[in-house]
């Protein structure tokens, strides 16, 4: 079972899918009216901090628009509703409204940023950071993305029933995935990133790939298969393709002739895309044999289907008796017992009883392709011959011309009061259509013949010809014009466009849902064909007069704007939708420079899950380009002091001591390396470097007790510890991402493993999960969870040791700067929105865990430090006079703030206000951290609770290569228009960075954890010391 779960490069996939199957709780989302809300917006109050309902301004998640938004309150708890195109959309911003005011009391206003980046006014917050001059608070913390590698990785595939595009043997056919899947022998276990599936190699299989923007045949190497059930992405783009992959599965996206990769998952509308508009197949089928390919029939067809032409052995009449006689006679033999004695030859197929006959070896002629085009269009099956119905004149007579030239018998059917139908009497015909060509019965069913790309260029416009002039039509209007095909088969419109691919012509697809069609029993699916692509289209095609009549002005039309590269188009998303699936799904290990291939409409995805994200570029910015990040933070007044090195993992960077160096020399004093810690686990020496180097602070992921919650580096922890300790190694905050319904079960445990471990553990930072990316309402009330929920659980799971009111929000910090500001003139403000953050600070003392509160009176303290900042406001503070503000202070401090009986019995609170205060020496708070940990709660943004407010005043900011700084809530959350716009600007193509580091691989990156490893680790005395700790909360 522990390698069933846990081995293999870390994922958490299968500890994910554990979790979830154990949800308990759920957010219940208020209904609210589009009337209702506009009143809310009319009684709203305006301006940074005032009363709710709070008006602000959001982000839709669907269109990425900036709309109103209210912030109100309903049943205790604090909603965000806000004003989409497509409608409103309300989520969770505080689980608990007595906690949002309380800290609203703490908010800091005043603008603090004196200086700006960008030349730009803000008024288009979040779309104009950089930072503009609307932007209040300066950066406190830079995070600077050293990397993109990653050293753990994830699973992706598609479901069993999309289709893809394939030549095998040289046969080119589009096949379902599980359809594929029947041909290959999964023998070989495999285990990859934590879930576990099969694989099977392959020979002889090609899938349309990507290189320099051609759509070129590349190998197949492996098929994967596994079991999944869980949500997948629907994606219809623009022109009405349509794609449905895992949510982890990597598209495309292209942007200025430049591919980078994106999670289908995190994909937005207008996200640009690469969508096939034409290949190349050489296609040379101009005959079936029929003996061969009629193997196929059903046993009751083989028997009523003769061979005619056959010297009959009366041998068989001990078997079949004297009928063998009459066979003998006729030289006529039925198919099942020709398929016995296997004879080779050109013989005629007939039916029992039935002069007419068609040859073994039959010929598909233009005519022929053409009648299959008409059947398709407008024909059905009856139990003993076709059917097309006639409503054209121009198509009626060359339907009559096509059957006189291919000698087929026929007639002429006409009800009363319904259209004309052709009846090709032929069961042989018939037959061949549906089990030869595969065209399934049933409107809904439709599908072109599945050699329809085997065809040659001939005989595909022939093809084509008989669909157009059969259900096609043309459509005309004062600047538009366009030939279009309609039908309830969405499986047909999919062959056209390929059939329309291969001829290097482009069409869209419009759906028509059938609760718009009266009457209609299914959707209605439209393919249109317009433009330059039209002028070809018709160029090629032999249609009848009417269209041609209609398609007179061809040419004088305005032209459909369409963005070409090579042989795709540049295909925008339009929509992106969330369904539930339950079943096996499937990828491809593909032979290919980007490593990507042609699936479902034709969209282009990246390789498969084995290799994920392999062949993207990587981002690794230079150390010069690191340096002018740090430096830009350094300018801005006040300036930056903190830095964040972070990922990818950062770790993976050879060069990552130099890093260090250089954010040390530019003058940080704080340092910190955010990292999963595996490296740290294994590599003393590298321990040893970075502390070194000037490391402060190691931001360890960690999110839970278990090796379930804790996926990760759960393993590895009491290695890095055990480092840590022994190398004298940084501080560690421990950094956990909560989840309602997967760890929050843990924060208190989480808590008390940091203060087991208080020698090295400084810091606890909880982070509630920001869910970026479409996340659908049912996902988001299972894990939605803010900030006061996480404060009552820790209540709740420390027995009241460290409760709700022990905790105050991160701009309080910004009242204290102000006294700072004005006494020693040194600034540096943390002014963050109030419903951002918050923290405290918990000691330990003789087993007993005392919160700050518990003996300091932090309000007060505050609002009197608050009191002198503003008797010294524009006041020069002297050496005398800074002493005796010093003296009152610790005075007051110590009477009135102060409680020294409730005090950690360590702790030198005299010395430590002597130092702040009269000496200016911040280095001997450190002995404040003697026995105390940080516990801080960040809460960032995602689309469903993005506040604009709330960015405007953001302290935690990115670095970009391009010399600006950015909100860390714009920075991930509309990726598009920071982090995957400029990183793959700056990045190294999958081919330069292999050059510059011949060396490397990619499977290099991952770490991959055993059986053996865990075993031992289990076994271990130091896995024992770092597991089983008191609990301080008993």
Same mark, same amino acid.
């Given at each position: 079972?522990?390698?069933?779960?846990?081995?293999?490069?870390?994922?958490?996939?299968?500890?994910?899918?554990?979790? @979830?199957?154990?949800?308990?709780?759920? @957010?219940?989302?208020?209904?609210?009216?589009?009337?209702?809300?506009?009143?809310?917006?009319?009684?709203?109050?305006?301006?940074?901090?005032n009363p709710l309902p709070h008006r602000t301004k959001s982000l839709c998640p669907e269109s990425r628009q900036v709309v109103p938004a209210v912030v109100w309150e309903k049943d205790g708890k604090v909603w965000i509703t806000k004003k989409c195109p497509e409608g409103l959309i309300t989520e969770l911003y505080y689980e608990d409204v007595k906690t949002y005011e309380r800290f609203r009391k703490w908010l800091f206003k005043a603008k603090v940023l004196e200086n700006y980046h960008v030349d730009k006014s803000g008024a288009n917050c979040p779309f104009d950071c950089g930072l503009c001059k609307r932007h209040y608070s300066h950066t406190c913390l830079l995070n600077i993305v050293v990397t993109n590698r990653c050293n753990l990785s994830c699973w992706y595939c598609l479901p069993e029933d999309e289709e893809i595009l394939v030549r095998k043997n040289g046969e080119v056919r589009l096949l379902k995935f599980k359809d594929l899947a029947r041909d290959c022998r999964f023998d070989h276990e495999v285990e990859?990133?934590?879930?576990?599936?099969?694989?099977?190699f392959v020979d002889g299989l090609e899938v349309l790939s990507f290189k320099d923007f051609k759509a070129v045949w590349c190998k197949v190497e492996k098929v994967f298969k596994r079991f999944y059930k869980g949500k997948i992405v629907r994606i219809t783009t623009k022109s009405g393709r349509v794609l449905r992959v895992t949510p982890e599965h990597g598209i495309f996206i292209c942007q200025n002739r430049s591919l980078f990769k994106k999670e289908a998952g995190k994909l937005?509308?207008?996200?640009?895309?690469?969508?096939?508009?034409?290949?190349?197949?050489?296609?040379?089928?101009?005959s079936l044999n029929l003996l061969k390919e009629f193997r196929v029939l059903p046993a009751k067809e083989k028997k009523m289907t003769f061979v005619r032409g056959v010297n009959v052995n009366t041998r068989l009449s001990k078997r079949y008796g004297s009928i063998v006689y009459s066979w003998r006679e006729r030289r006529s033999i039925p198919l099942n017992v020709f398929y016995e004695i296997d004879l080779d030859g050109s013989y005629e197929l007939g039916r029992d009883a039935t002069r007419y006959t068609i040859p073994s070896n039959f010929v598909i002629t233009p005519e022929f392709s053409k009648l299959v085009g008409y059947f398709i269009s407008d024909g059905h099956y009856t139990n003993k011959d076709i059917r097309i119905t006639v409503g054209k004149k121009d198509a009626e007579r060359e339907l009559f011309e096509i059957v006189h030239k291919l000698n087929l018998p026929y007639s002429v059917l006409k009800a009363n009061g319904k259209t004309k139908q052709l009846v090709v009497g032929s069961r042989l015909i018939r037959l061949l259509l549906k089990y030869v060509l595969g065209i399934p019965e049933g409107a809904k069913n439709k599908r072109l013949p599945r050699i329809f790309l085997d065809l040659p260029l001939e005989l595909r416009l022939s093809l084509l010809s008989g669909l157009l002039n059969g259900d096609g039509y043309v459509v005309k209007g004062k600047r538009h014009l366009s030939i279009g095909y309609a039908s309830v088969s969405r499986d047909l419109i999919r062959d056209l466009l390929y059939l329309l691919a291969s001829l290097g012509v482009f069409a869209r697809v419009h759906k028509v849902e059938k609760e718009k069609v009266k009457g209609a029993n299914h959707d209605l699916y439209k393919l249109y064909v317009g433009g330059e692509d039209l002028v070809k289209l018709v160029s090629l095609v032999d249609l009848r007069e009417k269209h041609l009549d209609r398609l007179?002005?061809?040419?004088?039309?305005?032209?459909?704007?369409?963005?070409?590269?090579?042989?795709?188009?540049?295909?925008?998303?339009?929509?992106?939708?969330f369904e539930d699936y339950e079943g096996y799904v499937y990828d491809l290990q593909v032979k290919s420079e980007h490593h990507s291939f042609v699936v479902s409409d034709g969209i282009l995805v990246s390789n498969c899950f084995f290799y994920a994200k392999e062949g993207q570029p990587i981002y690794e910015p230079t150390l010069d380009q690191i340096r002018l990040m740090l430096r830009r933070a350094k300018e801005e007044i006040p300036p930056c002091n903190a830095v964040q090195l972070t990922g990818g993992e950062p770790t993976l960077r050879d060069d990552l001591v130099e890093i260090i160096r250089i954010a040390k020399e530019e003058g940080y004093d704080h340092v910190q390396l955010n990292t999963d810690g595996i490296r740290l686990a294994f590599d003393r020496d590298f321990v040893k470097a970075i502390t070194e180097a000037g490391v402060n602070t190691i931001y360890l992921?960690?999110?839970?007790?278990?090796?379930?919650?804790?996926?990760?580096?759960?393993?590895?922890?009491?290695?890095i510890f055990k480092n840590i300790r022994e190398l004298n190694g940084p501080g560690i905050v421990l950094v956990p991402t909560l989840i309602r319904n997967i760890n929050d079960s843990e924060l208190g445990a989480i808590?008390?493993?940091?203060?087991?471990?208080?020698?090295?553990?400084?810091?606890?930072?909880?982070?509630?999960?920001?869910?970026?990316?479409? @996340?659908?309402?049912?996902?988001?009330?299972?894990?939605?969870?803010t900030i006061p929920r996480a404060l009552k659980l820790i209540e709740e799971q420390t027995n009241g040791a460290i409760a709700m009111e022990d905790w105050y929000p991160v701009p309080i910090a910004g009242h204290i700067a102000r006294f700072f500001d004005a006494f020693l003139g040194k600034r540096y403000y943390m002014t963050s929105h109030f419903a951002c953050g918050c923290a405290t600070y918990v000691f330990l003392d003789d087993g007993k865990v005392i919160p700050i509160t518990r003996f300091i009176d932090v309000e007060g303290f505050v609002e009197y430090l608050v009191e002198k900042a503003e008797e010294m406001k524009g006041k020069s503070v002297?050496?005398?006079?800074?002493?005796?503000?010093?003296?009152?202070?610790?005075?007051?401090?110590?009477?009135?703030?102060?409680?020294?009986?409730k005090a950690p019995k360590e702790l030198k609170v005299l010395n430590l206000m002597k130092n702040a205060f009269i000496h200016g020496d911040y280095e001997a708070l450190g002995e404040f951290h003697k026995n105390a940990l940080f516990l801080g709660m960040m809460h960032f943004q995602d689309e469903y609770n993005y506040d604009v407010e709330r960015t405007e005043r953001c302290v935690i900011h990115y670095g970009m290569p391009d010399g600006r700084i950015v909100p860390f809530c714009a920075f991930n959350v509309i990726p598009e228009f920071y982090r995957d716009k400029i990183q793959p600007e700056y990045s190294y193509s999958w081919e330069e960075w292999k050059k510059k580091h011949p060396d490397w691989s990619y499977k290099k990156d991952k770490y991959v954890r055993t059986k053996e490893f865990i075993e031992e680790m289990m076994k271990s005395e130091i896995y024992r010391k770092t597991y089983e700790v008191k609990n301080y909360f008993e």
């Amino acid at each position: 079972m522990l390698d069933y779960i846990y081995t293999g490069i870390p994922t958490g996939a299968k500890e994910f899918k554990y979790l @979830v199957n154990k949800v308990k709780d759920a @957010v219940n989302y208020p209904e609210i009216t589009e009337e209702e809300f506009e009143k809310l917006l009319e009684k709203a109050t305006v301006g940074y901090g005032n009363p709710l309902p709070h008006r602000t301004k959001s982000l839709c998640p669907e269109s990425r628009q900036v709309v109103p938004a209210v912030v109100w309150e309903k049943d205790g708890k604090v909603w965000i509703t806000k004003k989409c195109p497509e409608g409103l959309i309300t989520e969770l911003y505080y689980e608990d409204v007595k906690t949002y005011e309380r800290f609203r009391k703490w908010l800091f206003k005043a603008k603090v940023l004196e200086n700006y980046h960008v030349d730009k006014s803000g008024a288009n917050c979040p779309f104009d950071c950089g930072l503009c001059k609307r932007h209040y608070s300066h950066t406190c913390l830079l995070n600077i993305v050293v990397t993109n590698r990653c050293n753990l990785s994830c699973w992706y595939c598609l479901p069993e029933d999309e289709e893809i595009l394939v030549r095998k043997n040289g046969e080119v056919r589009l096949l379902k995935f599980k359809d594929l899947a029947r041909d290959c022998r999964f023998d070989h276990e495999v285990e990859v990133n934590g879930v576990r599936g099969k694989f099977a190699f392959v020979d002889g299989l090609e899938v349309l790939s990507f290189k320099d923007f051609k759509a070129v045949w590349c190998k197949v190497e492996k098929v994967f298969k596994r079991f999944y059930k869980g949500k997948i992405v629907r994606i219809t783009t623009k022109s009405g393709r349509v794609l449905r992959v895992t949510p982890e599965h990597g598209i495309f996206i292209c942007q200025n002739r430049s591919l980078f990769k994106k999670e289908a998952g995190k994909l937005r509308v207008g996200d640009k895309i690469l969508s096939l508009m034409r290949f190349n197949v050489n296609g040379n089928v101009r005959s079936l044999n029929l003996l061969k390919e009629f193997r196929v029939l059903p046993a009751k067809e083989k028997k009523m289907t003769f061979v005619r032409g056959v010297n009959v052995n009366t041998r068989l009449s001990k078997r079949y008796g004297s009928i063998v006689y009459s066979w003998r006679e006729r030289r006529s033999i039925p198919l099942n017992v020709f398929y016995e004695i296997d004879l080779d030859g050109s013989y005629e197929l007939g039916r029992d009883a039935t002069r007419y006959t068609i040859p073994s070896n039959f010929v598909i002629t233009p005519e022929f392709s053409k009648l299959v085009g008409y059947f398709i269009s407008d024909g059905h099956y009856t139990n003993k011959d076709i059917r097309i119905t006639v409503g054209k004149k121009d198509a009626e007579r060359e339907l009559f011309e096509i059957v006189h030239k291919l000698n087929l018998p026929y007639s002429v059917l006409k009800a009363n009061g319904k259209t004309k139908q052709l009846v090709v009497g032929s069961r042989l015909i018939r037959l061949l259509l549906k089990y030869v060509l595969g065209i399934p019965e049933g409107a809904k069913n439709k599908r072109l013949p599945r050699i329809f790309l085997d065809l040659p260029l001939e005989l595909r416009l022939s093809l084509l010809s008989g669909l157009l002039n059969g259900d096609g039509y043309v459509v005309k209007g004062k600047r538009h014009l366009s030939i279009g095909y309609a039908s309830v088969s969405r499986d047909l419109i999919r062959d056209l466009l390929y059939l329309l691919a291969s001829l290097g012509v482009f069409a869209r697809v419009h759906k028509v849902e059938k609760e718009k069609v009266k009457g209609a029993n299914h959707d209605l699916y439209k393919l249109y064909v317009g433009g330059e692509d039209l002028v070809k289209l018709v160029s090629l095609v032999d249609l009848r007069e009417k269209h041609l009549d209609r398609l007179k002005t061809l040419g004088k039309n305005r032209h459909t704007r369409i963005e070409k590269v090579g042989d795709y188009i540049v295909d925008e998303v339009a929509k992106v939708e969330f369904e539930d699936y339950e079943g096996y799904v499937y990828d491809l290990q593909v032979k290919s420079e980007h490593h990507s291939f042609v699936v479902s409409d034709g969209i282009l995805v990246s390789n498969c899950f084995f290799y994920a994200k392999e062949g993207q570029p990587i981002y690794e910015p230079t150390l010069d380009q690191i340096r002018l990040m740090l430096r830009r933070a350094k300018e801005e007044i006040p300036p930056c002091n903190a830095v964040q090195l972070t990922g990818g993992e950062p770790t993976l960077r050879d060069d990552l001591v130099e890093i260090i160096r250089i954010a040390k020399e530019e003058g940080y004093d704080h340092v910190q390396l955010n990292t999963d810690g595996i490296r740290l686990a294994f590599d003393r020496d590298f321990v040893k470097a970075i502390t070194e180097a000037g490391v402060n602070t190691i931001y360890l992921s960690f999110d839970g007790i278990t090796p379930i919650t804790n996926w990760k580096n759960h393993w590895e922890i009491p290695l890095i510890f055990k480092n840590i300790r022994e190398l004298n190694g940084p501080g560690i905050v421990l950094v956990p991402t909560l989840i309602r319904n997967i760890n929050d079960s843990e924060l208190g445990a989480i808590i008390n493993f940091g203060l087991n471990h208080i020698d090295i553990v400084r810091g606890v930072n909880f982070q509630p999960i920001s869910m970026v990316g479409r @996340v659908p309402k049912e996902e988001r009330s299972m894990f939605r969870v803010t900030i006061p929920r996480a404060l009552k659980l820790i209540e709740e799971q420390t027995n009241g040791a460290i409760a709700m009111e022990d905790w105050y929000p991160v701009p309080i910090a910004g009242h204290i700067a102000r006294f700072f500001d004005a006494f020693l003139g040194k600034r540096y403000y943390m002014t963050s929105h109030f419903a951002c953050g918050c923290a405290t600070y918990v000691f330990l003392d003789d087993g007993k865990v005392i919160p700050i509160t518990r003996f300091i009176d932090v309000e007060g303290f505050v609002e009197y430090l608050v009191e002198k900042a503003e008797e010294m406001k524009g006041k020069s503070v002297g050496r005398f006079k800074r002493l005796k503000i010093s003296a009152d202070l610790i005075v007051n401090f110590l009477k009135k703030f102060y409680d020294e009986s409730k005090a950690p019995k360590e702790l030198k609170v005299l010395n430590l206000m002597k130092n702040a205060f009269i000496h200016g020496d911040y280095e001997a708070l450190g002995e404040f951290h003697k026995n105390a940990l940080f516990l801080g709660m960040m809460h960032f943004q995602d689309e469903y609770n993005y506040d604009v407010e709330r960015t405007e005043r953001c302290v935690i900011h990115y670095g970009m290569p391009d010399g600006r700084i950015v909100p860390f809530c714009a920075f991930n959350v509309i990726p598009e228009f920071y982090r995957d716009k400029i990183q793959p600007e700056y990045s190294y193509s999958w081919e330069e960075w292999k050059k510059k580091h011949p060396d490397w691989s990619y499977k290099k990156d991952k770490y991959v954890r055993t059986k053996e490893f865990i075993e031992e680790m289990m076994k271990s005395e130091i896995y024992r010391k770092t597991y089983e700790v008191k609990n301080y909360f008993e």
